[in-house]
């Protein structure tokens, strides 16, 4: 079973920057896609970055040239940095995973392994 964890969402001004964590209680397979998604109130999921065996990024038109995913493999570790925050960035962020070569390049991907949210506020 593998087990997502999100943190370092909190409260900042237009402008700022924060960074979230997400650890991974295990690897069961040596490829891997991970992606951080986001969903704001009235508003459908969004895709925002993704990271495809600590390799190929991706990432979603609004947030390219602001925030760079990254993964620390030794410590089982996505990072969304996240520069020049928006108000329209403001959603809860969850981290998802997945580890088969099929679902991760499925149009769209199906991630079987999600985390609980972290809440990003980015608010004057």
């Known amino acids: 079973q593998v087990q997502l964890e999100e943190s370092g969402g909190g409260s900042v001004q237009p402008g700022g920057s924060l960074r979230l964590s997400c650890t991974i209680s295990?690897?069961?397979?040596?490829?891997?896609?991970l992606a951080w998604f986001r969903q704001a109130p009235g508003k459908e999921r969004e895709g925002v970055a993704r990271?495809?065996?600590?390799?190929?990024?991706t990432y979603a038109s609004s947030v390219k040239g602001r925030f760079t995913i990254s993964e620390d493999a030794a410590k089982r570790t996505l990072y969304l940095e996240m520069e020049s925050l928006k108000p329209e960035d403001s959603a809860m962020y969850y981290c998802?995973?997945?580890?088969?070569?099929?679902?991760?390049?499925?149009?769209?991907?199906?991630?079987?392994?999600w985390g609980q949210g972290t809440q990003v506020t980015v608010s004057a």
């Open positions: 998802a995973a997945e580890f088969s070569v099929g679902d991760c390049y499925s149009e769209p991907p199906d991630y079987t392994y």
């Open positions: 295990t690897y069961i397979y040596d490829f891997y896609c």
């Open positions: 990271i495809v065996s600590d390799a190929e990024t």
